[in-house]
């Protein structure tokens, strides 16, 4: 598997990115965490803005989501990341803390 358009398989690219799948919002949908500098990428599997105006951590709902049942499942995946301390999502701003912390206000705000 090759990674991020350098040419390098991810474990080669500096701070050794982890592939994590989150499919949900798209049945392919990934995220890219990097453990030692507790950093993840969350894609749109949670996202801090969305065209409903909501600000805050939710899920992107309603025709912005393939499957709802599979996006909230893939926040389960999220909250196993305990090491992440900035989340970096696919739409808004970043958010600092734990990702179990995140996913759970998402779950609240962004019910199916």
């Known amino acids: 598997m090759r990674g991020f358009d350098t040419g390098r398989r991810p474990d080669e690219v500096p701070g050794a990115p982890r592939t994590v799948l989150l499919p949900g919002h798209a049945p392919g949908s990934s995220g890219c965490f990097f453990p030692e500098r507790g950093l993840l990428f969350t894609g749109d599997a949670l996202v801090t803005h969305v065209l409903t105006g909501h600000t805050g951590r ?18 389960d995946r999220l909250d196993g990341l305990t090491a992440a301390t900035l989340l970096l999502p696919g739409h808004g701003r970043p958010l600092t803390g734990s990702p179990r912390t995140a996913t759970r206000q998402a779950r609240q705000t962004g019910r199916h």
Do not use: K, V, W, Y
């Open 58 to 75: 939710t899920l992107a709902r309603g025709g912005f989501s393939h499957d709802g049942r599979t996006a909230l499942a893939s926040l």
